[in-house]
């Protein structure tokens, strides 16, 4: 069973940084994608980042280019998401998810495992 335990949520003024870890577990994940998702309070979740695991290939959101970097540490099965410069509107819900698929890396429904979520707040 795939099991991805996010970490590193909190409060942090704008302007600030915070780095979100999500260690995975329960396959191979060589031939996966691994993304990262938001959901602030009343809107649906949204796209943030994907990794290609094995190639190292990334994408962003427009929203979030140039503040936030995925990369992944083999050894350790885990992904991460640097977020620097954060605004009040990155406020949400973040979600690590694991799909079989990069080309499909901007849709939900293309993940098969997701984590339990870390709260990030923004404050003006």
């Known amino acids: 069973q795939v099991q991805l335990v996010e970490s590193g949520g909190g409060l942090v003024q704008a302007g600030g940084s915070l780095r979100l870890s999500c260690a995975a577990s329960?396959?191979?994940?060589?031939?996966?994608?691994m993304g990262w998702f938001r959901q602030a309070p009343g809107k649906e979740r949204e796209f943030v980042a994907a990794?290609?695991?094995?190639?190292?290939?990334?994408d962003y959101a427009d929203p979030v280019k140039g503040r936030f970097t995925i990369s992944r540490d083999n050894a350790k099965n885990t992904v991460y998401l640097q977020m620097n410069s954060l605004k009040p509107e990155d406020t949400a819900v973040y979600y690590c998810?694991?799909?079989?698929?990069?080309?499909?890396?901007?849709?939900?429904?293309?993940?098969?495992?997701w984590g339990q979520g870390t709260q990030v707040t923004v404050s003006s």
């Open positions: 990794i290609n695991w094995s190639a190292g290939r990334t």
């Open positions: 329960g396959r191979t994940f060589s031939s996966y994608v």
């Open positions: 998810a694991n799909g079989a698929g990069y080309s499909s890396r901007w849709s939900s429904a293309s993940y098969d495992y």
